[in-house]
């Protein structure tokens, strides 16, 4: 690991600090530092490295901040299989599980070799109007179709491998990888699904009828979703990050994409004690 490229949340608290101490260490060990501009203005530096540049350079992409952060710089990277580190400037997140006071030990592991990863599943949908494609995306969490505050219940048609499945009256439906299952989906009703499971989860937001559960399916499925009623407004989210209004010609495509994510994991907690951690399990 030759290139190290680093995104950070600027108005985290403490960012310039351990980044300026990072970025020390990196350049003590003869690494080449690319520094994102949100980085560079953290250091108070105008020279920065473009999106482009890290996508084609990094052989690292640490990421200093919450999910959030994570999750956007994962766009950067979109179709590469950089390894993402992420260091958590707040609570501990599911995604930057390292903590700032074990960030310096888990970095030099990492450089030396020693780190274990997951390789978390992404979806790509596709958005097409009268057969034309107007929009496409990756997510690592989830795509949620909602309602406006005001409007009524939407009418969402949903076929898989070209077999019908289910006509939702809900409030909004949310498609999301194992990663995305302990994000909005689990506030739905959703399962947890181990994260390195192959599979997609389709949970309905607030259903008209009892019956409709959330369903999971394998990650090899296609599925295709339309939207019924033009007479409400109807919006479709990607990671909570993208959006954009929904109209009844439109059909929205959605597989696995073929790049997953390489994210580092910690060596020190699994998966469930994260989950404890997060979820409060176990607590009285």
């Known amino acids: ?100 006071d074990e ?53 969402i048609e949903v076929s898989i491998d070209g ?12 498609v999301s990888t194992p990663t995305g299952s302990t994000a909005y989906t689990l506030a739905a009703g959703g399962p947890i699904i181990y994260p390195t499971l192959h599979s997609i989860v389709i949970t309905p937001i607030c259903p008209h009828s009892l019956t409709h559960r959330p369903i999971v399916v394998h990650d090899d499925s296609e599925l295709k979703i339309r939207i019924l009623n033009d007479d409400e407004k109807v919006f479709i989210t990607y990671d909570g990050q993208i959006g954009r209004k929904m109209s009844l010609k439109e059909e929205i495509y959605i597989r696995k994409s073929p790049q997953p994510l390489k994210l580092i994991v910690s060596q020190k907690r699994n998966y469930f004690a994260l989950l404890k951690e997060k979820l409060g399990w176990g607590s009285i």
């Open 103 to 155: 960030a310096l030990d888990t970095i030099k592991k990492v450089l030396s070799g020693k780190y274990k990863y997951d390789n978390r599943m992404k979806l790509y949908s596709e958005i097409f109007n009268n057969g034309e494609k107007v929009f496409e995306t990756e997510v690592l969490n989830d795509i949620v179709i909602n309602k406006g505050a005001l409007a009524r219940i939407i009418d």
């Open 163 to 174: 077999q019908f499945v289910n006509l939702y009256r809900a409030d909004g439906l949310i």
């Open 1 to 100: 690991m030759k290139n190290i490229a680093i995104v950070v949340k600027p108005h985290a608290g403490e960012v310039a600090d351990i980044t300026e101490t990072i970025c020390d260490y990196l350049k003590s060990e003869g690494k080449n530092v690319l520094m994102e501009e949100r980085t560079a203005s953290v250091l108070g530096c105008f020279h920065y490295a473009s999106h482009d540049e890290i996508k084609d350079e990094a052989d690292l992409l640490i990421v200093l901040g919450g999910d959030g952060t994570l999750i956007s710089t994962n766009r950067i990277i979109s179709g590469k299989n950089i390894p993402i580190l992420g260091i958590n400037l707040g609570r501990l997140g599911f995604l930057t599980e390292t903590k700032v």
